[in-house]
């Protein structure tokens, strides 16, 4: 079983800046990926960032140049800078991570609770 656990939301004012973190702790045998979604009310959770293999990176057109993920492989720990922060990205956000908990289970999809990130003036 793994356990993420997620930080740093808050409120901040349009053109504003955010970091989000998230730890992974428990039985961790490997993690392929850690990422971020995020959910606004009404709408689909919907996947905000993602880093996998070395170093690679994905980020969904709407955050791009704004956001900024990175992994801490040693630290099993994954960071998101948020800047020029809109209201449009008002959600919860969710960290995520694609990982191999023992030898005897297989890989999943383990979430963190959520943290609220609202922006607004």
């Known amino acids: 079983q793994v356990q993420l656990v997620e930080s740093g939301g808050g409120l901040v004012q349009p053109g504003g800046s955010l970091r989000l973190s998230c730890a992974a702790s428990g039985s961790i045998l490997w993690i392929n990926s850690m990422g971020w979604y995020r959910q606004a009310p009404g709408n689909e959770r919907e996947l905000v960032a993602l880093?996998?293999?070395?170093?690679?990176?994905h980020y969904a057109d709407s955050v791009k140049g704004r956001f900024t993920i990175s992994r801490d492989n040693a630290k099993n720990t994954v960071s998101l800078q948020m800047n020029s922060l809109k209201p449009e990205d008002t959600a919860v956000y969710y960290c995520?991570?694609?990982?191999?908990?023992?030898?005897?289970?297989?890989?999943?999809?383990?979430w963190g609770q959520g943290t609220q990130v609202t922006v607004s003036s």
């Open positions: 995520n991570a694609n990982a191999k908990s023992t030898l005897a289970t297989p890989i999943s999809n383990f």
């Open positions: 880093v996998f293999g070395g170093a690679n990176t």
